[in-house]
């Protein structure tokens, strides 16, 4: 079974200039997380969808993220435009539902962002 | 709120010796606990979870973890630790009114050989 894939791995931008990452869950899979992960910390939820629609997007910095799941598949979070401060590393996961039993989460690689 | 503290920030064990890794949580209700594990340039694996039953839960590659209710804790244990271990590992609560993942901030294991 593949597992949930990410793209790119790398990205190095200046400051002010925008960058969007792609995330492919695991197949079936209904539930998609992005999560950020600063150096030296735990990855902290940005978004999470439902299929297509935003269960919790409490977190996400509205004024410069922003993400969609189109057609309830694959992911993209957008920054726009990006500051240093996030510099992170972004995870992508995917679980199968809600439910108790479905709710493990399966993590992507992530992708190394880096903001000069 | 719900939340998650790994006191130790970097551990250091030689190969073959016992580890033991430190988490306390703070949840309102019945908390659901995950352990999970981080190579570096990887994502995070789970390596097991606690939902009720049984306060030891066993994990793969031979990781067990203890739920202590009293002590709102949940530590993760190896009898003996292999080089591939050396990872970063992160305690996460959530729990049936939540659905939220709550990370610690992990700890980093170094081993020895």
């Known amino acids: 079974e593949a597992g949930v894939a990410q793209s790119p791995r790398y990205k190095i931008i200046e400051k002010r200039q925008s960058v969007a990452f792609w995330c492919n869950p695991i197949s079936g899979h209904a539930t998609l997380y992005w999560y950020q992960q600063i150096l030296g910390q735990g990855p902290k939820l940005l978004i999470q969808f439902q299929n297509n629609g935003v269960v919790d997007d409490s977190q996400l910095p509205k004024d410069r993220f922003s993400a969609e799941r189109l057609k309830g598949v694959d992911s993209t979070l957008k920054i726009q435009p990006a500051k240093l401060e996030d510099s992170a590393v972004y995870l992508c996961?995917?679980?199968?539902?809600?439910?108790?039993?479905?709710?493990?989460?399966?993590f992507g690689a992530g992708t190394r962002l880096s903001v000069l | 709120a719900q939340s998650v503290t790994q006191p130790d920030i970097h551990i250091t064990v030689s190969e073959g010796a016992s580890l033991e890794l430190r988490c306390n949580y703070s949840?309102?209700?019945?908390?659901?606990l995950f352990w999970y594990v981080q190579s570096p340039g990887q994502g995070l694996q789970l390596l097991l979870k606690y939902f009720s039953g049984d306060t030891l839960v066993q994990g793969i590659k031979g990781f067990e973890a203890e739920f202590k209710r009293s002590q709102s804790s949940f530590n993760l244990r190896k009898p003996s630790v292999h080089w591939s271990d050396a990872a970063e590992y992160f305690c996460a609560v959530t729990g049936a009114g939540s659905y939220q993942l709550t990370f610690g901030k992990g700890t980093k294991l170094s081993v020895i050989p």
């Open positions: 996961a995917s679980s199968l539902g809600q439910g108790l039993a479905k709710n493990i989460q399966y």
């Open positions: 949840y309102g209700a019945t908390p659901y």
